[in-house]
């Protein structure tokens, strides 16, 4: 989980140096270093767990930090849509920074495909609203990381250069 952890890390990483707006790319870099420290105590935990045996102290400890994870997980995802909203720069040749491109404009097609089918929808109000009863939740990133990925998809699978995960090997 502590090295799953790191993969968000580096996604956020990737992202915040691709982002236009100075604002997001910031916040981007604040959430996935938060993520980083709670996935390096998480590890630490983990390893001191493992020596140390069973403790019930131990254990809270590490169930703790693994939920702070998530949340921080979370939050990363969250600064990573608003990233992605307000625009992206070209990204670098390397491979890692191409597919993180490429998961990041997928899901700004999902949301823009859902935006403008919302819009065509008939429960919108006189002034073009849309009514809170009938609406379909907006896709996010979260839900497309949990998602399996499709057999056939259309971005190229690049070997990473790198010994370990890369950073969308198991979608985040």
Do not use: Y
Request: charged fraction near 25%; proline fraction near 6%.
């Amino acid at each position: 989980i502590a090295s799953d952890g790191q993969v968000v890390v580096r996604f956020g990483h990737i992202l915040a140096k691709q982002c236009l707006d100075q604002r997001c790319s910031r916040e981007l870099l604040l959430a996935s270093e938060h993520t980083h420290t709670i996935s390096s105590q998480l590890g630490i935990v983990a390893r001191v767990k493992a020596v140390t045996g069973e403790s019930k102290a131990c254990s809270e400890l590490l169930l703790s930090n693994v939920q702070n994870l998530v949340r921080a997980g979370q939050h990363v995802l969250r600064a990573a849509e608003a990233a992605c909203v307000k625009g992206l720069g070209q990204p670098s040749p390397d491979p890692e920074e191409e597919e993180v491109a490429a998961f990041c404009l997928q899901w700004k097609k999902n949301l823009s495909w859902h935006r403008a089918k919302e819009a065509l929808r008939s429960s919108r109000d006189e002034l073009g609203l849309r009514r809170t009863r009938e609406a379909k939740a907006e896709p996010t990133l979260m839900a497309l990381v949990q998602e399996p990925p499709p057999q056939t998809r259309n971005i190229p699978r690049h070997p990473s250069p790198r010994k370990g995960h890369t950073v969308m090997d198991r979608h985040l």
